[in-house]
């Protein structure tokens, strides 16, 4: 199986990673990269990725059949609209951003049926091509984001681009996959930044593994995380809110004498929920 | 070196790590073990432990220069009354309870200058002897809270001890110890449950591994977790209330137009804060 010409347009975490799993798998028959720092191409290069690199992106895209669009979601109409000239007519396009309803609503009136939204759910707390792994997407789902202007035809060549990967494809409205996502991935940094914010020095240089893996998404990017929350505010608001009522249910329930039995019930609900959850695929 | 007859009472996660860590390094001229169940002392027979096993509390601790108290909080005191008069006086009593004024306030009273509280800040969310491991406090703090009752000679006792299991051992007041683990322990657990608890189905199913991290510890028992919650109620709840105060002002900077300027500050001081853990000694 070839993807033909695959256009990675922004060599980040998940688009270094998916140059080197699709160099790794040989799934490209031609990759391009473009990059807007020439310092980054210098680093994909000194990495001997197999690839033309360029500060050019309609040279990136001329030629592709696939074209995935890696660069921070406030960037993205901007890029989109630098290349669509130079695009194939039979190109898809599509994107990795963590947000999908405005994502939808700006880049679809620029691309139409050519773009569809994805979201690989895979990522770490690092950033930037250093952070890179061929076997990033082996097992993470990956979201599909199709609206009533994509072409059945696309969302199957999506599909097939990510599963080449590795990804477990899943379907979801652009609306239904923010709400989503600000409750496993938002709503869990902010909470996660938030209570690492707070933390006394003196505390902190008593943590050990529980308050570490509590934490560690906190050590995200500080820019890039405020763009993927400021995205998704309406969505990730309403969660945090429903939060906050029931943290301050459980604050009820510590003051002397506590009420055990809501105590237990969270503990016993997330320890349930958290039996639920899809294996890990990954080591 | 060697730390004489040891006895432990209770072969949970860390009783067990604690019989497991003293075989291994053979610090232990004899290793005595108390558990209630029968069924308990067939999995460390099971296990092959050097150890002399036993149902009762006085014969654990008869012969012992260290006893280490390793059932929960709330069985504690009924345990010490169970089996002081059997004590030599020179033995050294300590404790693994993960909250300590409540626990100098039931213990001391009862054991005098033989006692000091512990607090060894290892585990997992797993628990049980079939969980234990004997690497489980190499480079662990652990939290030394002698009163103005302990003599300095128990504290040195203490600290060798856990020093020779491998922990780094730190000296803190009992309130300002339960203070701090509210911080890093029992608000973390809190948040934690809360935010797995409240997850919808059909979120949890494409959940990655930042939620994966950020609720491992909310797969810790139910029961357990409820008695460390409990037993640290007043700063628990006083950490909580600060936070709701960090979210709600979290979230109404989240109301359009976002106010980035709050939430850059908290992720940028959850980046910093975070960047300060002390380095993770074990892998």
Redesign the interface.
Known sequence: MTLGTVAILGPGLIGGSLALALAERELAQRLMIYARSPRALDDIRAAGVAAELTGNPSEAVREADVVILCVPIEAMAELVREFRDALKPTALVTDVGSVKGSVVREIEPLLGARWIGSHP????EQAGFAAARADLFEG??V?LTPTSRTPLEMEQRAAQFWRALGGRV?RLDPDLHD???A???H?????????????????????????????????????L??EI??SN??A??R??????R???N??QA???P?E?SL??E??????D??????E?RRP
Chains 1, 2 share one sequence.
């Open positions: 759910m895979a990522g770490s993470a789902p979201i899943v709400e989503y996502v409750q496993i991935s709503l869990p940094h902010l909470l996660a930044a938030a209570l690492a914010a707070r933390v006394s020095p003196e505390a902190l240089d008593l943590a050990g593994g529980g308050f570490r893996d509590t934490t560690r998404v906190a050590s995200g990017s500080p820019e995380w405020l929350l400021s505010a309406p990730l608001s969660h945090l809110e429903l939060l906050i029931d943290l301050q459980l604050r510590l003051v002397p506590v055990k105590l237990l969270t503990l016993k609900a997330a320890h929920a958290r039996a639920k959850l899809p890990k």
